[in-house]
Structures are given as C-alpha cells and as structure tokens.
C-alpha cells in the first residue's frame, strides 16, 4: 500500500497537475528570497518533475482539495476541511453521497417537510441545511435528488461560511464532489456487488492513453448499474443507471484540454416514511393514556404505482494553460439539467376510532406529486500564480465566475383526504386516484456575476497570512401563475437583485514544517431565494405581522464563524490529525412588520459552537485509519415574538455528540480486515425551549451504529470483499419529517459481497 517511486508520468495529469508545478516554483520562489537564482519562465513540462518522497497511495489520507481556490495543502489551511478518498469509500462500501457522509461526525440527515418527503441528499451539518450547498467540481449540483459516488475522485466537506468560495450559501458550509478525469496510465477497474435485499451493483473505470504518451491524450469511461429493495422496508425499491465518459489531450505538457460528461437516471419507488406512533416520547391527544406499541418498521403506507424518476446530465469542459513556470491559467465551463418527477404517499395524522383496539387505528395519508427542472449554465477563469513580493512569497488565485441557475415547478391539485391506512397493517395494493397538474406553475432564475481572489502570504518560514474575497452581483426573478381555475389568471412577478461580499482571513503559525496552528474567521450571506429561486411578496401576514423571508426587500442572513484550531502530519507525514474550536452565529433568520408603520425589522439569530477532532491516513505502512469527533451546542439567541418557545433552544437534527471511526489492516497474506463505528447523541425534532408542548415524536433517540469489513487479494487483479453493516443489527431511527408525524428506518443488518477487478 506504499510505494516509494518517481512520481510516474501522468499521475497528476488531473487537476493536480499545475498544483505540482506550484509546489516546485514555491520551493524555487524560497531559494530566491535566499539569493538563490529564479527558475526559467518557460512553460513547465510536467512529466520531467521528480518527486524523491514516499507517495502514499490507496490511503485514506488526502493532503489537498481539488479546487485552485485552496492555495494551500490541507495541513496549511486555516478551516475545518475532512476529504474521503476514494479508497475509503471502496473500504466502507459507500455507493452514494449520503453513504460517503457517514465518515465526517457533525452530520445528520433529514426527511423534509410535511408536504414535502425529500428523496435526496437532505444533509445537516453543524446546526444548518446544507441541501441546496451540494457542488461538483466547485459547481453547484442543483436538484433534491440522491448522489451516486461511481465518479467521483473524492468527496470533500468544507466546514464554516463559504462565501468568498462559492459565493450565497448557507452558514454551516458546502460538499464538493471531485469528478475523475483521463490520466496517461491505463487502467482498467470496477466491480461487481450483491448483497441482502437483492441489491445487486456493477461499476467499470477504464482510463487508456491515446496515440502514445507523446500526444499527451487519454479516454476515461466510468458506468454504474445499482438496484434493490430498499433495506428493512416493504415495496420500496432504488434503482440507478450512469455513465461518465471524458477525453484529455495535452496531459503532460503546457496545455491541457478536459471534455467531460456524466448521465444518472433513476426509477425508484419512493418511501414516504414510517409512523411515529409508539416510538419513545410519542404522545399524541387522541390517545389519551393509552400506550401505543410501535409499528413494524417494514410497514410500507405508499402505492406500489408511486414512483421517483430522476434525468441529470452534466457537460463540463475545462483548459488548462501555463503562461509560464509558476503561472497557470484556468478556465471551466458547464452545463446541466437536472429533471425529477415523483409521486409519493406519506403517513401523516392518526384516527382512533377505538382507542382500546389498536387493530382498527387508521392514518391519513396525503399524495404528493412533483414535476421539477434544475438547470445551470457557468463559466469560471482564474489564474494561479506564485510570486515575491519583497523577500515573501505570495501564492495567489483570482478570477471571475458567469453563473446562471434555474428552476421550474408544476403545482398539482392537492390529493386531500386519500384511502385510510391501517396502522399495523396497511394494505400494499391500495388504489390511489391520479395526480393532476392543476395549471399553477411557478418558475425562478438567479444570474450571478462574481470576482474573486485567494492569497496566502509566506511571512518566513513560520507564518501564513491567508485571505479570501468574493464579490458578486445577483439578479433573482421568480414568476407564479396560479392555478387554471383562479380568473383572472395573472401572473405574479417578484424580483431582487444586490451586491454582496463575502470574505475569510486566517492566520497560520508554523512551529515545525509538519504542524500547523491557525486562528480565523469567515463569512457567508444568503440573499431572499437563494436557496430555491423562490420569492415571495412582501406583504406581512394579516394575523401575525410576519413577512416571508424570502421577500425581496429583505436583507440577506448574514453568517459568521471564527475558528482556532491546530493540525499535525505524523508518523513521517502518513497521518494528519486535527483539532479545532468554532462559533458560528446567523443572523437575519427573521423579519416582522410594525402594523402601525409598516416599516420591516429583521432579526432572529442562531448560534453553533463546539469542538472537532478528527484524524486520517496510516498508523503502519498496512494499518489505516479515518475518524472524527464532533461536540456541539446550538442555540436560538434570537427568536421571533410569535415563536416564544423557541428562544435559547438548540436547534433541531443537532446532536451535542456525534462520532464517527473506520480502520481497516491489511495482512501479509493479502487478507484485509476492518471496522467502524458511528454515534450519534440525541437529537430534538423540534426548536423549543420546554415552555411549549411537544407532541408526537419529540426526539431521535441516539444510536451506535458498528460496521465490518474483510477482503482478499487472490492476485493483484482480482479481490474479494465483504461488508457487513450494522452488526448488532441496531434499530435505530436516521430521520425524521418536520411534523415529527413520521420517521425515516436507519440501515438495519446487511450484508454484501463485492469481487474487485483491476488491471
């Protein structure tokens, strides 16, 4: 798993490729502070670069971020960044996103509002939504649709406001997904997988040089095949299909072109969750004082005609240019659609006819349709340099980014009142009337035109002075038509636009060359409908004086984090460890009309603060590691006069701890063994302070999770490996609705067995 060789020609042909070159000229830009010669301008040819250091390979441990607006390898930059390899997901046996997740503590995941169950990626991270901060490659992903990992070359949580990197966001950070791309080495790997449940999956990546290394060209093709029932549940079914072909030409020289493109569809049958009645803490007036058992977490309340099907396709092509040795020009354009079109059944309220006879309760159940289209169209320029100024050197990345992004909904007629279900035991073959489009529709666009820069200022040998700066200017339009019976049909026609600024400053100290210890903060604005191109009319409401806080005359919520912390490459650079201390505030979550002035006051505020400790790579050259630590306190400082019982409660899907540790060690005998385990505290489903009742499910109980792995290497092509997840087969509850009237099953006991090829 280690091997000590010249770096080969092509391994860092991706997007690694000019940070190599970077790395070579910061080490010259040294030598010239010291009276050291410069090197020559000439454009850097990279398959001459040596490189005389171990290179640690299929580990778990990642030294830097794929995107050029991190000027500094993990270690040397001031802000809580965990990156899962690819290895680690293979080690694990994470097919997607949410899967991947599981190995950064801090992380939970949600089912979505009453009205709307989500189907995708629903992820919390330190106290906030982090669904609509999904990117790929630095891109936004739009859509709330499940993310497959087959490729991806990593995937990468960025913790804290990120507003001079990505521009609107939410307070808590994002999630990139790195995309493979062509090298000069051919290769050939994938794998086939079956497992419980009749989960069957098969994945393939082959990359092959193209007209010899001179031509500096290579094709890469990824594909995905993946369908089963969905584990512990009746009905419900995943089923997903993808392919991700791209071609380079230039790999190893001055000039480098990426074409690439990726297609995922999907045709699942949804799950609209499980009721809540029984589970601990539940109440419920109807019952009185009778004690409700749980229901059997199989229970299946939808229609086997409900269905999920998802198209995205994405086109990106990048180039890649050195103006000179320590010079590198960038440029990414792409272009995606994202469509999905549902139909789900969702157990809501409950009727207790006969209170003594659980037997006859009933549920009601509500069908929700959606027929949504995400598109994105952006182009990025930027440049990475290193330079002197004085005796420092200075590593800089600037540029500027085009960016339009959309989304169009159809609105149907609200199902109403559907066939009763019985609690216990609800019918599979219920019969449900269609749903109908009801002519309201609604649409809504942000075009974005933004300047950035990065810099990180060498004071010595010593110290780091980073900072980071975006500046961008937004338009959102957001047009509703209402539904084809309301006459006049009139259109109604919302729109905002400002300009916002956003920044990160962080001071780094150097006590040894493997350590760092850093101190910074960061901010993050979020302008009305930016998460969902979505306004509303300003208008307070009638009752409560309240305006949307999607109003275009709003202020944008403002976030802000400070962060110490402290990181250490150990047992020769093998393992990085890390600890660090946050504070992030949000402010801005509330507005509200004075009825006499009609003036609007915003307020409302959150805070999260707590601890991380994390670790990742190699304890031996064959014992590997990854795991983290999170400890949490989140907080509604401020909070609205009509929500009394909000103020000073934590916030909810936010548990005080969670943990989470995978290790795996590998045999001389080419046998393979790991495990891990995950834990997460308890967690409320709802912000309140205790002045105020709960009912229903008021809590998520915490949980330990614990995973196993062992493989077998029969030959170095072909390899043998077995996952068993949830070994104590632990009932546990992963998410719950926001009406806390239902609740999403965590993965029970599951086996599968994969056979992976490499050649």
Do not use: C
Not at 160 to 176: A, E, I, K
Not at 371 to 376: A, H, T, Y
């Amino acid at each position: 798993m280690i091997r000590n060789r010249k770096l080969p020609a092509g391994r860092f042909n991706n997007s690694y490729a000019p940070r190599v070159g970077v790395a070579v000229m910061s080490l010259a830009a040294f030598e010239l502070a010291r009276g050291a010669q410069p090197a020559p301008e000439a454009p850097q040819v990279m398959q001459g670069i040596s490189v005389t250091e171990e290179i640690f390979e299929d580990g778990y441990k990642v030294d830097k971020a794929s995107s050029d607006k991190f000027t500094q390898s993990v270690i040397d930059t001031p802000q809580t960044i965990t990156i899962i390899s690819k290895e680690l997901m293979q080690d694990r046996g994470a097919a997607t996103l949410s899967d991947a997740l599981r190995n950064s503590p801090g992380i939970t995941f949600t089912l979505g509002e009453n009205g709307n169950t989500t189907t995708g990626d629903a992820v919390f991270m330190r106290g906030f939504d982090t669904s609509s901060s999904i990117f790929a490659d630095g891109i936004r992903d739009l859509g709330t649709v499940s993310r497959d990992v087959f490729n991806t070359e990593q995937v990468e949580i960025v913790k804290g406001p990120s507003g001079s990197d990505n521009g609107r966001s939410t307070p808590t950070g994002y999630l990139n997904m790195a995309s493979k791309v062509p090298t000069l080495q051919n290769a050939t790997s994938g794998s086939l997988t079956g497992g419980s449940e009749g989960r069957g999956r098969f994945t393939f990546d082959l990359n092959h040089g193209v007209g010899g290394n001179a031509a500096g060209a290579a094709v890469r093709f990824n594909a995905m095949y993946d369908k089963g029932d969905k584990l512990g549940r009746d009905v419900a079914m995943n089923k997903r299909w993808g392919i991700a072909p791209s071609f380079a030409i230039g790999l190893g020289s001055a000039t480098r072109a990426y074409i690439y493109y990726q297609h995922v569809e999907q045709n699942n049958i949804p799950d609209g969750g499980i009721s809540a009645v029984g589970q601990p803490g539940y109440t419920n007036p109807l019952l009185g004082t009778t004690v409700a058992e749980p229901v059997d977490s199989s229970n299946f309340y939808g229609s086997k005609d409900d269905y999920d099907d998802v198209k995205a396709d994405m086109l990106t092509v990048r180039f890649e240019h050195d103006l000179s040795a320590n010079t590198t020009l960038r440029n990414i354009s792409r272009y995606g659609r994202t469509t999905e079109q549902y139909v789900l059944t969702g157990i809501n309220a409950i009727v207790v006819p006969y209170p003594a006879d659980p037997a006859t309760w009933l549920g009601t159940r509500s069908r929700q349709a959606k027929d949504q289209e995400n598109q994105i169209l952006t182009n990025q320029t930027g440049i990475v340099t290193v330079f002197l100024t004085g005796a420092f050197q200075q590593d800089l990345s600037t540029g500027i980014e085009i960016l339009y992004e959309s989304q169009s909904n159809v609105a149907f007629i609200p199902s109403g009142t559907t066939t009763l279900a019985n609690l216990y035991n609800p019918s599979t073959s219920d019969v449900f009337a269609p749903m109908v489009p009801s002519g309201a529709h609604t649409a809504g666009d942000t075009t974005t035109a933004a300047l950035y820069g990065f810099d990180t200022l060498h004071l010595g040998q010593k110290w780091l002075l980073s900072a980071g700066i975006r500046f961008e200017h937004y338009m959102t339009d957001f047009t509703s038509l209402p539904a084809s019976t309301v006459t006049p049909q009139t259109a109604s026609v919302l729109s905002d636009s400002a300009n916002l600024l956003s920044g990160k400053l962080g001071l780094v100290y150097k006590p040894l060359p493997n350590g760092s210890i850093y101190a910074a903060v960061a901010t993050s604005q979020l302008p009305p409908g930016g998460t969902n191109f979505t306004l509303n009319a300003p208008t307070p409401n009638a009752t409560t004086g309240v305006v949307g806080i999607n109003a275009p005359n709003l202020d944008p919520q403002k976030a802000t984090t400070m962060e110490v912390g402290t990181k250490w490459e150990l047992l020769e650079n093998r393992l990085v460890v890390m600890a660090a201390a946050f504070d992030t505030t949000n402010k801005n979550d509330q507005a509200i009309s004075d009825p006499a002035t009609g003036a609007i006051d915003q307020y409302g505020e959150r805070n999260v603060r707590g601890l991380e400790f994390g670790a990742s790579g190699m304890l031996t050259a064959a014992w590997q590691v990854s795991a983290g630590l999170s400890l949490m306190h989140t907080q509604v400082t401020q909070a609205a006069v009509t929500q009394p019982g909000q103020a000073g409660a934590g916030i909810n899907f936010s548990p005080d701890v969670s943990f989470t540790a995978w290790t795996s060690y590998r045999f001389p005998i080419g046998l393979t063994v790991g495990g891990g385990a995950q834990y997460v505290s308890t967690q409320a489903t709802a912000i309140n302070n205790g002045s105020v009742p709960v009912t229903f499910f008021p809590e998520i109980p915490s949980y330990w999770v614990f995973d196993a792995m062992a493989a077998y290497d029969f030959n170095p092509k072909v390899s043998l490996q077995l996952n068993v997840n949830n070994v104590t087969d632990e009932d546990y509850i992963s998410a719950v609705n926001n009406g806390r009237s239902r609740y999403s099953l965590g993965t029970p006991a599951a086996a599968q067995l994969t056979v992976n090829f490499r050649f």
